[in-house]
């Protein structure tokens, strides 16, 4: 479990603190959806980068996150703040790391479209969509991608997968994911998915629940 507190609230996620420590370190983290900016909060303070860029699309959240780090400027790094979309964001340099979290599987797919587009050399990628899971899987898997590793974590009742990527040829991305069932989050997450699974009806469902069967 990792805080942070500011002058406005105190910030507690296990599943934030995951996702950062994919993250590893580079020159620029782009930190899209970033919402209250907490990863990239963190991912600063680590020491583990030159800049963060915080990203979203809502005005609102924009607004909060510049009275935020107005009141308490984070030492040890320097950062900006873009109202956009992850589609949208131009990609100027190398040692870039993308992390995409808490928000939609096809906001992602049209982020990591736009953005690989640009790159002139292999970045890592950490994403860990809350829903629309699937499809990202599903896209990917299609894709030149190089799976470093995969993770299920659970907290406040609900699970969430992350994926770290690098784009290159090498380990591929799976549809319904291996290592990640092994750990302790994986096995329950996986129970919960074997009672669930078979009361619905369609194919992506079924073959789904066939493959956790075999695990």
């Known amino acids: 479990?990792?805080?942070?507190?500011?002058?406005?609230?105190?910030?507690?996620?296990?599943?934030?603190?995951?996702?950062?420590?994919?993250?590893?370190?580079g020159k620029i983290l782009w930190d899209i959806g970033c919402d209250h900016g907490l990863a990239g909060l963190l991912a600063g303070n680590s020491g583990a980068f030159d800049h963060v860029c915080f990203v979203d699309p809502s005005s609102f959240v924009i607004k909060k996150l510049k009275e935020r780090l107005a009141a308490d400027i984070p030492?040890?790094?320097?950062?900006?703040?873009?109202?956009?979309?992850?589609?949208?964001?131009?990609?100027?340099?190398?040692?870039?790391?993308?992390?995409m979290a808490g928000f939609g599987g096809k906001p992602i797919i049209k982020s990591i479209q736009a953005i690989r587009k640009q790159l002139k050399a292999p970045a890592r990628?950490?994403?860990?969509?809350?829903?629309?899971?699937?499809?990202v899987r599903e896209y990917l898997n299609r894709g030149e991608w190089?799976?470093?590793?995969?993770e299920i974590v659970e907290e406040a009742g609900q699970f969430y997968e992350i994926l770290h990527l690098?784009?290159?040829?090498?380990?591929?991305?799976?549809?319904?994911?291996?290592?990640?069932?092994k750990a302790?989050?994986?096995?329950?997450?996986?129970e919960d998915l074997l009672k669930k699974l078979p009361l619905h009806r369609n194919a992506q469902d079924q073959a789904f629940y066939k493959h956790l069967l075999t695990l």
């Not at 805080?3 to 609230?9: D, H, V």
């Not at 507690?12 to 993250?23: D, F, K």
């Not at 030492?75 to 790391?97: C, L, M």
């Not at 990628?125 to 499809?135: D, E, I, Q, S």
């Open 146 to 150: 190089h799976l470093v590793c995969e």
């Open 75 to 99: 030492k040890g790094f320097t950062y900006s703040i873009i109202e956009a979309k992850g589609e949208q964001i131009k990609v100027h340099s190398e040692k870039n790391v993308f992390l």
């Open 166 to 181: 690098e784009s290159r040829p090498g380990t591929p991305v799976s549809l319904f994911g291996t290592d990640q069932w």
């Open 1 to 25: 479990m990792v805080s942070i507190m500011n002058s406005n609230a105190v910030f507690s996620s296990h599943r934030i603190a995951r996702l950062v420590s994919h993250c590893g370190e």
């Open 125 to 135: 990628f950490v994403v860990g969509p809350h829903k629309n899971t699937l499809a």
């Open 184 to 190: 302790p989050a994986g096995e329950r997450r996986r």
